[in-house]
């Protein structure tokens, strides 16, 4: 008898790119079995939170993310209490004083991890929209969002993924994408999540770290896509509905599904828009 999942076990953060409106789709194009999941670009993690595989390597090149959910695993009551604290501090001044912590290095260094995980919650719960952005030097720099009653403490939902973590064999990792999937054999099951190829020259957004992912980037993801192929290991991947990505991709199994842009600063521009779905099974 299948194991029943955890509905409790959802995302902690609003991350760009977040999957849960299109869960459906993925999950008709998630093999039933899987040895190990991967999933290298992990951001919100929404699809990871929805199958609650057994066997899992999660990764993201954001660090204080990758910090935020080994607090999460291993210090979940420690970061409740401390989100509490800002719970009861949240104001828009209050705000711009933890938001400002990472304009000084020697600062931001001092805090502890569970600090850091706080601050990335609690800054995500109340910035604008939950749009997580950092400037050029690595420096959160969404301005405050003016929300009523954020729900900055979900203890419930902390609780549920720290339960799930740790219940079940998940490696957290934080580097490139290629060494995150490097172990992925048959059996296993990679799913992708790149920032995407931007759908015109003022589309991108690239403010989850520093630096950007560009079309080189997009270009060594499918050579690392090629190479799972090679050794028999399923993978799908999520993407635009660009030209670019059409050609690059060819020769595989390309989907077109409709998803919608739940964050963008104009208003007029969140709506329904076209992405594709790349898979090699």
Not at 164 to 184: E, H, K, P
Request: contains cysteine; hydrophobic residues 35%.
């Amino acid at each position: 008898m299948k194991k029943k999942n955890n509905a409790l076990v959802m995302p902690v953060v609003k991350w760009v790119g977040g999957k849960r409106q299109l869960l459906d789709e993925l999950k008709k194009y998630t093999p039933n079995r899987i040895s190990t999941y991967f999933e290298p670009f992990f951001g919100g993690g929404a699809n990871l939170f929805a199958i609650q595989p057994k066997n899992a390597v999660i990764n993201d090149l954001n660090g204080d993310l990758v910090t935020t959910y080994r607090v999460i695993k291993d210090k979940v009551e420690e970061l409740i209490e401390k989100l509490k604290v800002h719970e009861a501090n949240n104001t828009e001044e209050y705000f711009y004083q933890i938001r400002d912590l990472d304009r000084k290095s020697s600062t931001y260094d001092a805090l502890d991890d569970v600090e850091k995980a706080a601050r990335l919650i609690y800054l995500n719960k109340t910035c604008y929209n939950g749009l997580f952005r950092v400037n050029s030097s690595g420096q959160f720099n969404t301005p405050y969002g003016k929300y009523k009653n954020p729900n900055i403490v979900n203890e419930v939902v902390l609780r549920a993924v720290s339960k799930y973590f740790n219940d079940n064999n998940i490696q957290i990792l934080t580097g490139d994408f290629a060494d995150a999937v490097a172990n992925a054999q048959k059996g296993d099951f990679v799913y992708l999540d790149p920032p995407y190829d931007p759908v015109s020259n003022t589309a991108s957004f690239t403010g989850y770290n520093e630096g950007g992912f560009n079309k080189k980037e997009q270009e060594r993801l499918k050579l690392v896509c090629d190479e799972l192929n090679k050794r028999g290991v399923k993978f799908l991947l999520s993407n635009s509905n660009t030209e670019f990505i059409n050609n690059l991709y060819k020769g595989y199994d390309i989907i077109i599904v409709k998803a919608k842009r739940s964050i963008n600063s104009n208003g007029n521009k969140r709506g329904e828009v076209e992405e594709v779905l790349i898979k090699n099974f």
